[in-house]
Nanobody
Framework: QLQLVESGGGLVQPGGSLRLSCTEP????????IGWFRQAPGKEREGVSS????????ETADSVKGRFTISRDGAKNTVYLQMNNLKPEDTGIYYCAADQSSLTSLAPNFYLNWGRGTQVTVSS
């Protein structure tokens, strides 16, 4: 079972940027599709962006399209979520998830392995 670790969250003002990282200390993420999800208090977990094993295919939710970019660095065994022009509605706990599939998905039930999350708060 993978032990995904998210980092990079924090408090940022509206319009600011953060870069989240998702890594696995022991096992290679090379053979896994990765998704980023977020959950705000009282709301369901929603898919934000996903990337295929090769990195050649990505999906991004309409709510963050043009502001968030997902990428992966095989040498660092890390998947990133670059978040620009952050808005208060982007506040929540951000999770990364992994699945051994050649496809990608923004559906939470697609993924079997989950990290513990990192808090992102957008507030002035």
């Amino acid at each position: 079972q993978l032990q995904l670790v998210e980092s990079g969250g924090g408090l940022v003002q509206p319009g600011g940027s953060l870069r989240l990282s998702c890594t696995e200390p022991q096992f290679s993420l090379e053979y896994y599709a990765i998704g980023w999800f977020r959950q705000a208090p009282g709301k369901e977990r929603e898919g934000v962006s996903s990337i295929s094993r090769s990195g050649g295919s990505t999906e991004t939710a309409d709510s963050v399209k043009g502001r968030f970019t997902i990428s992966r660095d095989g040498a660092k065994n890390t998947v990133y979520l670059q978040m620009n022009n952050l808005k208060p509605e982007d506040t929540g706990i951000y999770y990364c998830a992994a699945d051994q599939s050649s496809l990608t998905s923004l559906a939470p039930n697609f993924y079997l392995n989950w990290g513990r999350g990192t808090q992102v708060t957008v507030s002035s």
